[in-house]
């Protein structure tokens, strides 16, 4: 029994309604889908029309809705240089994928991106649409420059360094090196090293005393740090270099080889060698120098003995002179004439003078005979003895002596009061003012005291002042100004033996400044020594 023809009817539409909902029902699936998909995707006509994009498509190229791209020539989105690329694929209608173009975004930036295509056919095999889906590569374009920067800084960096840098591999072998190491090498290119050993460049015990410490590097992961290695060639060439080698980690901490850099020492090791001989050749001398200063301390304390000797010996002789001249005045004073007299009392002036002569050589020679005797004393209080002893004197000329704070020391009593007397009485001496000032001070330096004594005298010219310290030297006659010239130059001899300086500045017709120097630290040692 069939259907009625009404009922049949009735059917008809229904599955039709029905297969037309689920069409409905597929086609927003595949929208829901297109547009959710991650990946930017465009559906353009076979002559490259885009009829539809997803949503990730707008936001790649920064499009606020489709109305801005549908209806559009694909290539109107795609940089000038790049269009022949899109359409030569769309003309081949071949699936390609990872094409590299620059599409332009809404604002007229240029944003890298890898392009897919995709054909689309009718029932009949024609092809009738294309979908391109598109990758940014943004961000991937950038880190790959980043790391072509970085590689042409480390390139630069590497063959600037005047240090030769080389990466070896767990087998010595060299992996890479800079230009320097490749000069050293003997190469032309950097690139003809890889693979390569030492044995390959150097002398064969060089180049197994570097295998072992680079295996033994790897092996136990220490470093070897600035170890100066003597580098011998094949051609017998010998450099110095100081090298480090450092193992290199992969991301796991396995080692997988090591980096080195050695610096070229050679000419500071020549010079290291040319010092070595300079120093010992110094010692020779030194050495030589010292057996002269010998000789000389032997020869000066001969010289100190015979001086002592001699002067002590001359002293019998001229007190007899001396005596008969005195014999001679009082007992034939009535028989000798003017002249006769004249004659005597000539003789016994240069005796006087012989004596004086004689006295300051002794006291010259003792300085050195005696000069270890020390003991504690108050220099104020010397002083004060001192200006006692002068007394007469200073008051005969109306002079003033200034004495400021002086300091303790342990030193030799006799030759410190030598020296400041031997210093005052020039200045009284040597002194024309109507009132003649005399000044003893101290000024306490890091290692040393200096001293000055200081006057108002006639001064001293300065063509005279290098030989003022000079034995027996006189820059005035004996009739203008008594004494024998010798002593500045007992107390430059005194100064001396403390280890000390002496000088004098002076400034001719305004007065004269005698400094001198005494070590303190030489004076805490004697001190510590008693």
Request: proline share 2%.
């Amino acid at each position: 029994m069939g259907w009625p023809s009404d009922t049949q009817s009735a059917s008809s539409e229904i599955i039709e309604a029905f297969q037309s909902s689920v069409k409905i029902i597929e086609d927003d699936k595949i929208n829901l889908v297109f547009n959710l998909h991650p990946e930017a995707t465009l559906i353009t006509a076979s002559d490259g029309t885009i009829i539809d994009c997803n949503k990730a498509f707008l936001e790649f190229c920064r499009c606020k809705s489709k109305n801005e791209v549908l209806n559009k020539s694909v290539l109107d989105l795609i940089a000038k240089n790049d269009q022949s690329k899109i359409i030569e694929v769309l003309n081949s209608r071949c699936r390609l994928t990872n094409v590299e173009v620059n599409f332009i975004s809404a604002d007229g930036c240029g944003i890298p991106a890898e392009i897919s295509v995709n054909f689309i056919k009718d029932p009949r095999g024609k092809i009738t649409d294309a979908i391109l889906s598109i990758k940014d590569v943004s961000e991937r374009k950038r880190i790959l420059e980043t790391l072509k920067n970085d590689q042409q800084m480390f390139n630069v960096l590497m063959d600037s360094i005047p240090d030769a840098i080389y990466f070896k591999d767990l087998n010595s072998r060299f992996i890479k090196i800079n230009r320097p190491k490749a000069i050293r090498l003997g190469l032309k290119n950097p690139e003809e090293a890889v693979g390569k050993t030492d044995f390959d460049f150097y002398h064969e015990d060089f180049a197994h005393e570097t295998y072992e410490d680079e295996q033994e590097i790897m092996k136990t992961g220490e470093a070897l740090i600035g170890k100066i290695e003597e580098v011998r060639s094949k051609d017998g060439i010998t450099r110095w270099v100081s090298a480090t080698k450092i193992p290199i980690r992969d991301k796991n901490g396995k080692i997988i080889g090591l980096v080195g850099i050695s610096r070229d020492i050679t000419d500071l090791k020549l010079m290291e060698r040319k010092l070595e001989h300079a120093n010992i050749e110094l010692k020779r001398h030194i050495e030589e120098l010292q057996k002269v200063q010998e000789e000389l301390k032997r020869s000066n304390r001969e010289l100190e003995n015979y001086t002592y000797a001699v002067s002590h010996d001359l002293k019998a002789p001229l007190r007899a002179i001396r005596s008969f001249i005195s014999f001679l005045l009082e007992d034939y004073k009535e028989k000798l004439d003017k002249e006769g007299l004249e004659y005597l009392k000539r003789i016994d002036a240069a005796a006087s003078r012989m004596n004086e002569f004689i006295e300051d050589l002794l006291i010259l020679s003792r300085v050195g005979r005696k000069f270890m005797e020390v003991e504690k004393v108050d220099l104020n209080n010397l002083l004060e003895e001192i200006t006692q002893d002068f007394k007469l004197i200073i008051d005969s000329k109306n002079a003033r002596v200034i004495v400021n704070r002086l300091p303790m020391l342990y030193i030799q009593r006799i030759w410190i009061k030598q020296l400041f007397m031997n210093l005052i009485d020039n200045g009284l001496k040597f002194n024309k003012s109507e009132a003649p000032r005399i000044e003893v001070s101290c000024e306490e330096k890091t290692e040393e005291y200096l001293f000055k004594v200081s006057d108002n005298g006639i001064g001293i010219r300065e063509e005279h002042l290098n030989k003022l310290f000079n034995l027996f030297e006189r820059l005035h006659s004996s009739e203008e100004y008594e004494g024998t010239g010798a002593g500045l130059a007992i107390c430059k001899k005194i100064v001396e033996n403390w280890g000390g300086r002496i000088w004098v500045e002076s400034v001719f017709g305004k007065g004269s400044t005698f400094c001198f120097t005494i070590p303190k630290k030489y004076w805490t040692e004697v001190k510590g020594s008693g």
